[in-house]
C-alpha cells in the first residue's frame, strides 16, 4: 500500500522557519517525484517545491525562491521541505505528492499519491 504521511507543521511568526517531513513507503522511492503542494482557503493547489530523487535535481516556485529547500534522505524514503523566513502569505494546508514517471511538473493533476496534509499557519 502506497502512503505519503507528512509532518513538520505549525503555528510559527513571521520570519520563522519549520521543516516538514514526508515520510513515503509502498513504493520504489528512487523512481519517483516528490513534490510539495500548498492550498490556502479559497485558492487553488498550487506547486511549491519538487525533487527528482533518481538525480537529486530540485524546483522551487518563484514565490518561495531563496527561503524554501527541498531535500531527500533516500535511505529513509523521507522528501523534506525547510521553509525559513516565513510570511503569513506562506499559511496554507502543506501536502507531498508523489509522482511514479519521476517527473516534476506544478500541474497537481499530474500526481498519483498524495499524503494527508499538515497545516502550516503563519501569524503577522
Known amino acids: 500500500e502506497v502512503q505519503l504521511v507528512e509532518s513538520g507543521g505549525g503555528l510559527v511568526q513571521a520570519g520563522g522557519s519549520l521543516r516538514l517531513s514526508c515520510a513515503a513507503s509502498?513504493?520504489?522511492?528512487?523512481?519517483?517525484?516528490i513534490a510539495w503542494f500548498r492550498q490556502a482557503p479559497g485558492k487553488e493547489r498550487e506547486g511549491v517545491s519538487c525533487i527528482r530523487s533518481s538525480d537529486g535535481s530540485t524546483y522551487h516556485d518563484d514565490s518561495v525562491k531563496g527561503r524554501f529547500t527541498i531535500s531527500s534522505e533516500n535511505a529513509k524514503n523521507t522528501v523534506y521541505l525547510q521553509m525559513n523566513s516565513l510570511k503569513p502569505e506562506d499559511t496554507a494546508v502543506y501536502y507531498c505528492?508523489?509522482?511514479?514517471?519521476?517527473?516534476?511538473?506544478?500541474?497537481?493533476?499530474?500526481?498519483?499519491?498524495w499524503g494527508q496534509g499538515t497545516q502550516v499557519t503563519v501569524s503577522s
Open positions: 505528492a508523489a509522482d511514479r514517471w519521476g517527473t516534476c511538473s506544478s500541474w497537481y493533476l499530474e500526481y498519483d499519491y
Open positions: 509502498g513504493f520504489t522511492f528512487d523512481d519517483y517525484a
